[in-house]
């Protein structure tokens, strides 16, 4: 299975606009055509990817809409890399397992210069192998051919499969990306369908988004369906996935805009109104306010807020259960189902702002359709905040060194009652980060 450390690295840099994957500098790129293929070598020499692995670079021109097939073949475990333009990036470790050689079919994007990186799956591998590119012509395959990715456009609907040779996730998923350029304001429509499988929906995209579905609720049935609103310009990864691990099949593919693209700058919900630090809000979940997509009424307030204030913010209600969450800067985001601490079902949240700006705080319900009257309260707290990882510890977590921390009662806590902490480091654009945690006391 695919090393998750390389796809969640990709992913992330390919999140900030760059893809700085080797370590030290690089040979000089060699050409490789359609129809051609080269023998290589991982030797002592070849640049390093910041794990040990040995890389070679290879380059190719494709135009947009072509389909583009790369094997890696050798006797080592071969791992294999595809960037080009505007942060496209694709991966893959075992084209057919138990097969350790690794195969990519693209549908390619858009025009330009695309780099093959051909690397092992794990460090200090050496090695001959044997690696060909083919291409069919562009624009060859019509709309509605299966596809495995590659760029969509508003309106367009495609066929997909599920299957072996895909990317999968962590937990064994297959999974195709496609992209689609997004503007911001814009609100997209994305459904996926399938009669063989439980379908899952997953977008990605500039500014923090992140969006996933499992079932349609709206319509009642297993198929996914995301509407999401685009909070900044740039590529939008749509990534069709299944519930389950291992699962493939065809499915359907679509992608709409709805309504008029919005002008509000902001990645959350249109703000109901603002509200201060020491302020306290009356009002109401009710019909005609905005609704998440699983169903609930919310309200959402602004709220300027400093790099290092401590807050507390509490949502009351005697009429159904609130959920608070806060959304700001550096892709902020923090949520509270219950005050565990005084043991009420109320909302009660400690968060510590991490940069000078304006913030989110949505007011909403833990179920779907809820509500009711309910008051809202900011203030500032020389508490320490429970999910902020250890106390004040939180904001300087360093690379290289570890912290012991606890789940307990009065943390943050996930929507299905999970305990958690959050902690936060400086990074840097391209840079390749591992992250471990152990426990013998949970899982």
Known sequence: MASPMKRTFLAIAAAVGGLALLSSPARAQQAIAAGQTLRGALAQGDSRLSQGEYADRY??????????????????????IVIGPNGFSQQNDDEAAPNTNAGLTITIPRDGAYTIIATSLAGNITGDY?????????????????VSGGALQLGQSVRGTLANGDERLANGEFVDTFTIAGQRGQTLVVEMASTEFDAYLMVRGPGGLQQDNDDDGERGSTNSRITVTIPENGQINIRPTSYRGGETGA??????????????????????????????????LAEGDGLLNSGEFRDAYTL??????????RMNSGEFDPYVAIAGPNDFSAFNDDDAENNTRNSRMLVTLPADGAYVI???SYAAGERGSYSLTIAESNAAAPGQGSASNADRLRLGRGVRGQLAAGDTTLRSGEFTDTYRFQGEAGQR????MS???LD
């Open 130 to 146: 044997t690696l060909t590119l083919a291409a069919s012509a562009a624009g060859a395959a019509p709309q509605q051919a299966s």
């Open 362 to 364: 949505m007011a909403t």
């Open 433 to 436: 980060v591992r992250i471990d």
């Open 59 to 80: 380059t190719f021109q494709a135009r947009a809409g072509q389909s583009v097939t790369v094997r890696m073949n050798a006797r080592f475990d071969n791992y294999l």
């Open 304 to 313: 300027n807020g400093r790099r290092g204030q401590q807050l507390e913010v």
């Open 439 to 441: 426990s013998s006391a």
């Open 251 to 284: 499915y359907t593919l679509s992608v709409r805009a709805q309504g008029q693209a919005q002008t509000a700058a902001a990645a959350q919900p249109a703000a109901s109104g603002e509200i201060g630090i020491g302020q306290r809000v009356n009002a109401t």
